[in-house]
């Protein structure tokens, strides 16, 4: 069973500040999603990136995927306190299941 | 278009029981996936369904079953209750199973507590 290894855990940051979590995966996925979860929801997708070396813009939001397609950063610019939440990666094994890293939960103050 | 529902979306059960899930999914999407999550294991596949049918299934014990029905809604079962099965149980749907690059939409899960 392939694993997806996320980083950091948790995150703590000012408003305007920028960040960056990552997911790695010694094994290669044939596609990658990134999910935002709140409290009391279930995740909802933000992006899918399928192709090495992809990146895409989702407003202050950038999603890169690594050439060999074993692990993905999201960065966030400018981070708002609406930003809050737990960023989960999602790596899809062989068209099967969706594997989840662990997540990162984000906390923006003002 | 409606969500996925899940009910109930809160449930307190002591060990030793059952307990039946429910998961209506978005209208027209026939494949129906169940996970599990805590907080030390994350989120964790338990099986999906396609046409009534399991196609998928995680790495849990047999207490953990599921079944589908014709008009694609799910439910999911887990019996002889232990306390480690508290967890938020979510649902996905999407039109077909197939590669993971087709959006899963996820329900708002319900919240199981074991006493």
């Known amino acids: 069973t392939q694993l997806l290894e996320q980083s950091p855990q948790f995150l703590s940051i000012q408003e305007g500040e920028n960040l960056t979590v990552y997911c790695n995966s010694s094994?290669?996925?044939?596609?990658l999603q990134w999910y935002r979860q709140e409290p009391g929801e279930g995740p909802v997708l933000l992006v899918t990136v399928v192709t090495g070396g992809e990146v895409k813009k989702l407003k202050r939001l950038t999603f890169q995927f690594g050439d060999a397609r074993k692990d993905s950063s999201l960065h966030i610019t400018a981070a708002q306190p609406g930003d809050t939440g737990l960023y989960l990666c999602?790596?899809?094994?062989?068209?099967?299941?969706?594997?989840f890293g662990k997540g990162t939960t984000l906390s923006v103050s003002s | 278009k409606a969500g996925v529902t899940q009910t109930p979306r809160y449930l307190i059960k002591t060990r030793g029981q059952q307990v039946t899930l429910s998961c209506s999914p978005i209208s027209g999407h026939r494949s129906v996936s169940w996970y599990q999550q805590t907080p030390g294991q994350g989120l964790q596949f338990l099986f999906e369904?396609?046409?009534?049918?399991?196609?998928n299934k995680g790495n849990f014990p047999g207490r953990f079953s599921g079944r589908q029905f014709s008009n694609s809604r799910s439910e999911m079962n887990v019996s002889t209750l232990e306390l480690g099965d508290s967890a938020l149980y979510l649902c996905a749907s999407r039109h077909t199973p197939g590669t993971g690059a087709e959006t899963q939409y996820f329900g708002p899960g319900t919240r199981l507590l074991v006493l």
């Open positions: 999602a790596g899809d094994e062989a068209g099967t299941a969706l594997i």
């Open positions: 094994s290669v996925f044939s596609s």
């Open positions: 369904y396609f046409s009534e049918t399991q196609r």
